[in-house]
């Protein structure tokens, strides 16, 4: 089954300390995956894609096939990191983990 | 790219009534899709349409909705008889594999 899991609603850090967000997923094809935030009530915005391998506002992710993972990380979190963070594997069609909820206070 | 706009960003409607969600302009992609979002809850995926048909559709998309493409830009789900458990944020996307999805954002629908 195609699956995505994101197992933490929430992650609250404070501004500067280190974050990660868990994703694992469930596929047996070759994976294609993605991560997308979503502000305060705004629209899903493509955050980063894995074959890109690229960093956005600071965050990386790696695929570890080995691990199923997918995990992103940022070495200093900021205030306005604050939002929802979605994983999302691409099949035919984008299938979204469940969120998480990153709070980073000052 | 330019956006993907939606409209209107609110609507709330009575239980029962039909609902026209509607995705504009869109540029010349094939690829569209239908997302939803209650509130406090994951994105959930409700149908995708490729080639002015509907290519996948999921348990969610029952008898009660409707795509089209009536002009070829404009992009509409229809609700026919809303229920309460309808309400929802709805995305629509445009998109393939490698680009990654661009979202609408978003119509909040309300159903009382």
């Known amino acids: 089954a195609q699956r995505v899991t994101q197992p933490e609603k929430l992650l609250s850090v404070f501004k500067g300390a280190p974050v990660e967000l868990k994703c694992n997923y469930s596929y047996s094809g070759s994976p294609e995956l993605f991560w997308y935030v979503q502000y305060s009530r705004q629209r899903l915005q493509l955050l980063l894609r894995?074959?890109s391998r690229e960093s956005i506002k600071g965050f990386t992710a790696d695929l570890n096939k080995g691990e199923t993972s997918f995990h992103l990380k940022k070495p200093f979190a900021q205030e306005e990191d604050s939002a929802m963070y979605y994983c999302a594997l691409y099949t035919d069609k984008l299938i979204f983990g469940t969120g998480t909820r990153l709070q980073v206070f000052p | 790219e330019p956006e993907v706009t939606q409209t209107p960003s609110h609507q709330v409607t009575q239980m029962g009534q039909e609902v026209i969600l509607r995705c504009v302009p869109i540029?010349?992609?094939?690829?569209f899709y239908w997302y939803r979002q209650i509130l406090g809850q994951k994105v959930e995926f409700l149908v995708s349409?490729?080639?002015?048909?509907?290519?996948?559709k999921s348990e969610i998309f029952d008898d009660q909705f409707s795509v089209e493409r009536p002009d070829g830009s404009n992009f509409t789900l229809k609700i026919r008889s809303t229920k309460l458990e309808d309400s929802a944020m709805y995305f629509c996307a445009r998109g393939g594999q490698d680009s990654g999805y661009t979202f609408g954002s978003g119509t909040r629908l309300t159903v009382v």
């Open positions: 540029s010349n992609h094939l690829y």
């Open positions: 894995h074959i």
């Open positions: 349409f490729y080639n002015n048909e509907i290519s996948e």
